[in-house]
């Protein structure tokens, strides 16, 4: 009785947790005009290809620099806005 018990806690848990991972993931897969961010961030992002915030968050900095109409600025911009 105690291991059928031990046994449906455990599938709840299981879903528990995929459910909140779902959530957390949901933010990633957020879509970069959401962010708003500036004309001048966004073009950046949008001539590097980057569309959603999952994309954005496997790009070092040096990589974001490399855009074209990405500076300093512009970076700091975006990493303020993908970190709230």
Do not use: C, W
Request: charged content about 30%.
């Amino acid at each position: 009785m105690d291991e059928q018990y031990d046994l449906l806690r455990i599938k709840e848990m299981a879903h528990e947790i995929g459910v909140l991972a779902d959530k957390i993931l949901s933010g990633y897969r957020t879509p970069i005009s959401e962010l708003g961010l500036s004309s001048r961030a966004q073009n950046a992002l949008t001539r590097g290809k980057v569309e959603y915030v999952e994309q954005l968050m496997k790009l070092s900095e040096d990589d974001l620099l490399r855009f074209r109409g990405m500076g300093e600025k512009t970076l700091n911009e975006i990493m303020g806005a993908i970190k709230h």
